[in-house]
């Protein structure tokens, strides 16, 4: 089976722009989750998606918004762009429980200038 | 907040060394895993314990859990360069419907050749 997919893998963009990411998780999977990682932080959990519907959440702003598709591919958006939003976004997908097994994509790195 | 908390934050070791990790964490927990991440890239799943288990192998892993202590330890045996990477612990929840992992901040581990 394929991995978990991200795109773009690289982005860079200014403060007050908005951005769209986008995860496809391996074929059968219908949990998604994301993550924000930076070096001060560490990996901080954004939400997590099942059938379309948001399960969990972290504590980040209203900035930070996601949505999940029938076909259980993710996007997460971020709006009015922050220097501190510069990180690593990780996805991950897993069957069904997002406390089992994760399968991580290889991440979008965002900068903002 | 993180659940999880690695130690050593740092570890550096020659190679053919033994490494330990450890973790501990804070709540009940349903399980316990270990991931591995090299430098910016997404993490790769190692190795899975539930609450009810020990200990567990993996061919050069081996992850004891003590529930009673609510800690975890990692090791890795005859160490190669190849395993230099960051190890996170990370804690699935045990009870309602908080369906998530939950990361620790990670230990950099060098191997030298």
């Known amino acids: 089976k394929a991995g978990v997919t991200q795109t773009p893998r690289y982005l860079i963009k200014t403060r007050g722009q908005q951005v769209t990411l986008s995860c496809s998780p391996i074929s059968g999977h219908r949990s998604v989750s994301w993550y924000q990682q930076t070096p001060g932080q560490g990996l901080q959990f954004l939400f997590e998606y099942f059938s379309e519907t948001q399960r969990n959440k972290g504590n980040f702003p209203g900035r930070f918004s996601g949505r999940q598709f029938s076909n259980s591919r993710s996007e997460m958006n971020v709006s009015t762009l922050e220097l501190g939003d510069s990180a690593l976004y990780l996805c991950?997908?897993?069957?069904?429980?997002?406390?089992?097994?994760?399968?991580f994509g290889p991440g979008t790195r965002l900068l903002v200038l | 907040s993180q659940q999880g908390e690695e130690d050593p934050q740092a570890l550096s070791i020659q190679e053919g060394e033994n490494a330990t990790m450890n973790c501990s964490y804070k709540t009940s927990i349903n399980n316990l895993q270990w991931y591995r991440q090299n430098s910016g890239r997404g993490l790769v799943h190692l190795i899975l314990i539930r609450s009810n288990e020990r200990e567990k192998h993996s061919g050069r892993l081996r992850v004891t859990l003590d529930t009673s202590k609510k800690s975890s330890s990692l090791l890795i045996t005859a160490s190669r360069a190849a395993d230099t990477a960051s190890y996170f612990c990370a804690t699935g929840p045990s009870g309602g419907s908080n369906y998530k992992l939950t990361f620790g901040k990670g230990t950099l581990l060098t191997v030298n050749p």
């Open positions: 991950a997908s897993s069957l069904i429980q997002s406390q089992e097994t994760q399968y």
